[in-house]
């Protein structure tokens, strides 16, 4: 089984608001990401988590703020946010390979759809 | 630099028959990865395929397969006997293996593949 989830799938919100977004997985991964994908781009990567510690912040403003409770769970707090940070959301896992390596496949979850007003 | 290159924005398809999405890559590590994924209009980013960079055999999926042309830096996905389904958004992506663990993916700008039938 490959499942990620996400929920929810679609948030709107205002540029005051506090929400979060959820992600998880149940496949044992031990590495998480958080993506940011615009209509018609590719998705950019914002976070990176290892061994649920963030190893990689791919200078993301403030106001988003990612945690990593447990192997399983990956959120993304969302606070005081901007109408240009609108968009497409996606979580992934993958597995960290033996030896603390090579990460190999990323599976992605089906997306929060994000609308900021 | 870019560092994935697909040059087609939009392709027509006809039903059942193979079609071919380009994609040519950079880079100057010795290892690395190169995966396909198919995002329809829903959002999910679907894994399709993947080639390590040592592999010596193209790899195949169903009815996918990847030509992976190493000297020519280039990974084009073949898909046979389209179908409807089919119609997606399709990006490349390389995974350089040169900082374990924290690999990044870094995706191309897509294609969309519209099957008409």
């Known amino acids: 089984d490959t499942e990620v989830t996400q929920t929810p799938k679609h948030l709107v919100m205002g540029m005051t608001n506090k929400k979060s977004l959820k992600c998880e997985q149940h496949?044992?991964?031990?590495?998480m990401y958080w993506y940011k994908q615009k209509a018609k781009k590719p998705p950019e990567l914002m976070f990176v988590?290892?061994?649920?510690?963030?190893?990689i912040n791919e200078s993301v403003p403030s106001r988003f703020s990612p945690e990593c409770p447990n192997s399983s769970l990956l959120n993304l707090h969302l606070h005081a946010l901007q109408p240009e940070d609108s968009a497409l959301y996606l979580c992934?896992?993958?597995?960290?390979?033996?030896?603390?390596?090579?990460?190999?496949?990323?599976?992605f979850g089906p997306g929060t759809r994000l609308t900021v007003l | 630099a870019q560092k994935i290159t697909q040059t087609q924005p939009g392709m027509f398809v006809q039903e059942k028959e193979a079609v071919t999405l380009d994609c040519t890559y950079d880079?100057?590590?010795?290892?690395?990865?190169l995966f396909w994924y198919k995002q329809p209009s829903s959002g999910e980013m679907i894994f399709l395929i993947y080639?390590?960079?040592?592999?010596?055999q193209n790899a195949t999926e169903g009815r996918y397969s990847l030509n992976f042309q190493k000297a020519r830096k280039s990974a084009n996905l073949v898909i046979s006997a389209s179908q409807l389904g089919d119609s997606a958004m399709y990006f490349c992506?390389?995974?350089?293996?040169?900082?374990?663990?924290?690999?990044?993916?870094?995706f191309g700008t897509g294609t969309r593949l519209t099957i008409i039938p």
């Open positions: 992506a390389m995974r350089e293996d040169f900082n374990f663990g924290n690999e990044k993916l870094t």
């Open positions: 992934a896992s993958s597995q960290i390979l033996a030896g603390g390596g090579r990460t190999d496949t990323q599976y």
């Open positions: 988590y290892s061994y649920e510690k963030l190893s």
């Open positions: 080639q390590g960079s040592y592999d010596e």
């Open positions: 880079t100057s590590d010795q290892s690395y990865g």
């Open positions: 496949m044992g991964h031990r590495a």
